[in-house]
């Protein structure tokens, strides 16, 4: 048993030990506890994709461009601690909830973020077409993966200005192409989240297609990550 005294030695050296970190903790740190955002890795080297989408333009693409927008979405969200801990797909559905002055810096930089983390997983060397359910999905839709082919590369080229063209679960057909301006996505407006789409930014393609989107659009369409986009059908529709 332990006498009164001990039992205030004990205490008190509890409360030092547990209290260090607290006497050290400042103001920032406690906000780090939510760590923020942060940018995916490539899943492949810089240069995977040559040479349809050239590595200097991958390196700025994804270096600059998509660490800029993580980076300015943890500043945008900065003391909500609560929206850090979740996706950039459920930051960007419900934009609505934000507070006003903070609403556009996180539609624009918590789309770029949820929009290039989708970008780099559904491109791959690989490259091919198609199978099996997701396949069946884009006939039913389309009539057939070239009609699929014409109306998403239409919609790419014709989006004016910087944009993304998109392959979205729908309700009346199992998938539609819509089209969205600067870094939104088609969840900002109540649609399902896309499970393939293509940046048409100067900044994908301007090193090395200059003004030539249309060439960009069929060079990407050699490095689409089938098997993904599969994966991502899938889960869409397993909700
Ligand atoms: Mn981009």
């Known amino acids: 048993m332990l006498n009164r005294r001990e039992i205030i030695q004990t205490a008190t050296v509890g409360t030092v030990a547990l209290g260090l970190p607290t006497l050290f903790a400042t103001p920032q740190a406690a ?13 492949y080297a810089c240069d995977a994709l040559e040479p349809h ?3 200097r333009t991958m390196e700025i693409h994804h270096d600059k461009h998509h660490a800029g927008y993580v980076a300015n979405l943890n500043k945008a969200l900065a003391g909500h601690s609560d929206w850090l801990k979740l996706t950039p797909i459920q930051v960007i559905s419900k934009l609505a909830e934000l507070p ?3 609403r556009t810096a996180v539609r624009n930089n918590g789309g770029g973020h949820a929009n290039h983390s989708l970008f780099w997983t559904i491109m791959s060397k690989k490259g091919g077409e198609p199978r099996g359910d997701l396949k069946k999905a884009i006939d039913d839709s389309f009539g057939s993966f070239g009609a699929f082919q014409k109306e998403f590369g239409t919609a ?3 989006q004016f200005g910087s944009g993304w063209a998109w392959l979205v679960p729908g309700k009346e057909k199992p998938l539609t192409v819509v089209a969205t301006a600067n870094q939104d996505n088609p969840v900002m407006t109540g649609a399902a989240a896309p499970i393939l789409g293509i940046d048409v930014w100067e900044h994908a393609y301007y090193l090395k297609y200059q003004n030539k989107r249309a060439d ?3 060079a990407w369409f050699q490095v689409i990550n089938w098997d ?3 994966a991502n059908y899938h889960a869409a529709k397993k909700g």
């Open 31 to 43: 906000a780090a506890e939510v760590a923020g955002f942060t940018l995916p890795p490539l899943p």
């Open 53 to 55: 989408l050239d590595a």
């Open 100 to 102: 006003e002055g903070i």
């Open 156 to 158: 790419a080229l014709k």
């Open 216 to 218: 960009y659009i069929a």
């Open 228 to 230: 993904q986009v599969a």
